[in-house]
């Protein structure tokens, strides 16, 4: 358990070290496992129709609503380990 929880720190780091910027699903698939991984299902309101990016994020963390943390956590890590390599 602690060594997930150390990967899924340091993909969040080395995520930040690409040279290339993921495509706008491959950025919404990482936002939405890093936010179900640190704080497990989705709170709040839906944002605002005329909140194009909010709603997408919204919609990318609420699509992993009932998924383990740590499941999560893994394929985030998994997920940067293949954009990095």
């Known amino acids: 358990m602690a060594d997930l929880k150390s990967s899924f720190e340091q ?12 495509d706008n699903d491959t950025l919404l698939r990482l936002y939405g496992l890093y936010k179900q991984g640190s704080e ?32 999560a956590q893994k394929k985030y890590v998994d997920l940067v380990k293949k954009l990095i390599a």
């Open 40 to 71: 497990g299902d989705v709170k709040g309101d839906k944002p605002g129709f005329f909140d194009f990016v909010g709603t997408a994020k919204y919609e990318a963390w609420a699509k992993l609503k009932g998924t383990a943390q740590e499941d």
């Open 11 to 22: 993909a969040s780091k080395d995520i930040q070290t690409l040279t290339e910027r993921p």
